[in-house]
């Protein structure tokens, strides 16, 4: 499956923005989707992911109350909205892909990544 993220850009301490992952050559239904992110000079990690029926979510803690994933398997797609933005979310975020059964949280467990879009929040 291929993977296209969009949506980035900057926003003000306080802002929102929906990110959207556009997932194509696959059966998108049969995939849990997560969300990562890398910040300038640190490490990748976890932001969030959503199980292919869309019932199940989950979070890292400091983006909950503030991120919610969705998807639309009918279109294909899933959206990151992100409201109460901090300069510590800046950073380029990735969507990833798995029909494994691995932990959501882990990169490893996701085979497919779309190419990173950045997200940066000025204060």
């Known amino acids: 499956v291929q993977l296209q993220a969009s949506g980035g850009g900057l926003v003000q301490t306080g802002g929102s923005l929906r990110l959207s992952c556009a997932a194509s050559?696959?059966?998108?239904?049969?995939?849990?989707m997560g969300w990562f992110r890398q910040a300038p000079g640190k490490e990748r990690e976890f932001v969030g992911a959503?199980?292919?029926?869309?019932?199940?979510?989950y979070y890292a803690d400091f983006v909950k109350g503030r991120f919610i994933i969705s998807r639309d398997n009918a279109k294909n797609t899933v959206s990151l909205q992100m409201s109460s933005l901090k300069p510590e979310d800046t950073a380029v975020y990735y969507c990833?892909?798995?029909?494994?059964?691995?932990?959501?949280?882990?990169?490893?467990?996701?085979?497919?990544w779309g190419q990173g879009t950045l997200v940066t929040v000025s204060s």
């Open positions: 959503i199980r292919r029926s869309g019932i199940m979510t």
């Open positions: 990833a892909a798995t029909n494994s059964l691995g932990r959501l949280s882990v990169e490893s467990t996701y085979p497919y």
């Open positions: 050559g696959g059966t998108f239904s049969m995939y849990d």
